[in-house]
């Protein structure tokens, strides 16, 4: 298995995907007991763009998100990310349950290297982002569940300050950081490699594509309205969100879905969110792209106009792939 840095340095941040997967195949385990999670994935995300990932329990989208992360690496085809190092937020905040929740917020400048000084500033400014701006000295179990998801959220912001380019958030570099393509067989030396799938079939996206409209612009739900300093630095930023909201109550989910909205206008970072919930995912994206029961490829996109009758008609379609997928 491959890691290499992308050879696309020289090119401008953004005129380059935030995102590129090409042909993703994710198997575990050989022979009999082998699972074929994805087969053939293809999906990109600008720069700024907020894309929802749907489909049925099982389809791959943690999956997806894991190989997004670095956390595991294709059997098969290309990841490739042009922004910092991502930051992923799960269903559970995960916060350290000895550190305030400032400190918890700091943590990722302090392992990146950041002094104390910019770092508590970072920290303080991340927590107002999130309005949690008078709660930075408690520790995670006097707040409510919402209110540490917003802590995880500015955690979150905090740990994707890294631009691929060397230059800084306020973050100083500690070369990890980074835009990089990571490779399944045949380079590879992890499981052995299915062949590589082209069997990915869209219905094409209906109207425009969200992703090419400028920031600020066009019709849809939510447009970053982000100024240009801050969506120069945000081009470079990736937030990856698997459920973030799946545990909460419908009211605070519903709080937190407005505040994630305003928090990415505000800074334009690049989003893929993974949900089950049609609903969620028409109020929340530009573009929503639907995965097939497993294996999971992508069969459909839409742009997203955070209408009723779109989430009945992505609704039916995602109720006609479990079914196909059931009488398989
Ligand atoms: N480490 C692993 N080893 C073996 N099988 C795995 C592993 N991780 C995931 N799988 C299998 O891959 C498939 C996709 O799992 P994944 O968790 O990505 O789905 P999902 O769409 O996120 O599901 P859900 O919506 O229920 O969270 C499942 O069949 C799962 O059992």
């Known amino acids: 298995m491959t890691v290499t840095l992308t050879d696309e340095t020289d090119l401008d941040a953004h005129s380059r995907p ?23 994935v293809d999906l990109t995300v600008t720069p700024g763009e907020f894309v929802c990932l749907l489909g049925a329990s099982g389809c791959g989208k943690t999956t997806l998100l894991n190989l ?48 104390a000084a910019p770092r508590r500033a970072r920290a303080s400014e991340l927590l107002e982002l999130v309005r949690l701006g008078g709660q ?11 209110m540490r998801q917003r802590v995880a959220l500015a955690r979150a912001l905090a740990s994707t300050g890294h631009a ?49 409209a400028p920031a ?9 309205g982000h100024d240009a300093g801050a969506a120069e630095v945000a081009a470079h930023r990736l937030l990856l969100m698997d459920e973030p909201f799946g545990a909460l109550d419908a009211i605070t989910r519903d709080v937190l879905q407005a505040e994630l909205l305003r928090v990415w206008r505000a800074t334009g970072t690049s989003v893929l969110f993974v949900t089950h919930d049609v609903r969620e995912a028409v109020r929340l994206a530009q573009r929503v792209v639907l995965l097939s029961s497993r294996p999971g490829r992508v069969v459909q996109e839409w742009s997203s106009d955070g209408s009723e009758t779109l989430v009945e008609e992505i609704t039916d379609r995602l109720r006609e792939v479990i079914s196909s997928h059931a009488r398989a």
């Open 136 to 146: 930075g000295d408690k520790r995670p179990h006097e707040l409510s569940g919402g």
């Open 216 to 224: 600020g612009s066009g019709s849809g739900p939510a447009r970053p």
């Open 18 to 40: 935030a995102v590129s997967v090409s042909k993703v195949v994710k198997q575990f385990g050989h022979g009999q007991d082998a699972v074929v999670a994805l087969d053939g």
């Open 164 to 212: 691929p380019d060397g230059s800084t958030d306020g973050v100083v570099p500690t070369g990890s950081a980074g835009g990089g393509a990571t490779s399944g067989t045949p380079n590879g030396s992890g499981a052995p490699g299915r062949a590589q799938s082209t069997a990915v079939h869209r219905d094409g996206v209906r109207g425009r594509r969200a992703g090419a």
């Open 68 to 115: 997004l992360a670095r956390l595991d690496q294709p059997t098969s085809g290309t990841v490739t990310i042009n922004t910092s190092r991502p930051a992923v937020m799960f269903q559970e905040p995960a916060l350290m349950p000895w550190l305030t929740a400032r400190r918890n917020v700091e943590l990722p400048l302090r392992l990146a290297g950041m002094r």
